[in-house]
């Protein structure tokens, strides 16, 4: 291999490294699905989520290590649903036991807090800080 075949493959190597740190820690691009949050968000849409808007957590844990917000009332957040699923909803107010109400925008086709209850808040993801 040629010296600039090594310098070419450190720097794809780097580069790709670099990806997966971004996307584990800091944001995150999710398209969204289902109709549940429309008129507000399409399914195809497409949602930047700020991973840091509440919080620091390592990739695989499922608590925070620091956190220094919480959602508020009208934040649309992705997160973890009790069954495991993703979902996208707003927040709709927060309960004295770290959880928060999700619920979507359509009440009419939405699974929200009113199927499964209140979502602890180490459930949520990230906040969406950017959607086309």
């Known amino acids: 291999m040629s010296e600039e075949s090594v310098k070419t ?16 820690c800091f944001f995150d691009v ?7 949050m429309e008129p507000a968000i399409k399914p195809g849409a497409v949602l930047v989520i700020g991973k840091l808007s509440y919080g620091f957590r390592l990739p695989w844990s499922e608590t925070y290590l620091v956190q220094w ?3 508020a009332i ?16 707003r927040c709709a107010g927060i309960t004295r036991q770290r959880e928060f109400i999700a619920r979507g925008d359509n009440a009419a086709v939405s699974l929200d807090s009113a199927s499964y209850g209140p979502v602890p808040i ?3 993801i990230g906040k ?3 959607m086309k």
């Open 9 to 24: 493959s450190h720097t794809i190597l780097g580069a790709l490294v670099t990806a997966l740190i971004v996307k584990a």
């Open 30 to 36: 999710v398209i969204a699905q289902g109709r549940s």
């Open 69 to 71: 917000a919480e959602p």
């Open 74 to 89: 009208g934040d649309v957040v992705v997160f973890w649903t009790p069954s495991g699923v993703m979902a996208i909803k």
């Open 122 to 124: 180490d459930h949520i």
């Open 128 to 130: 969406a800080v950017w």
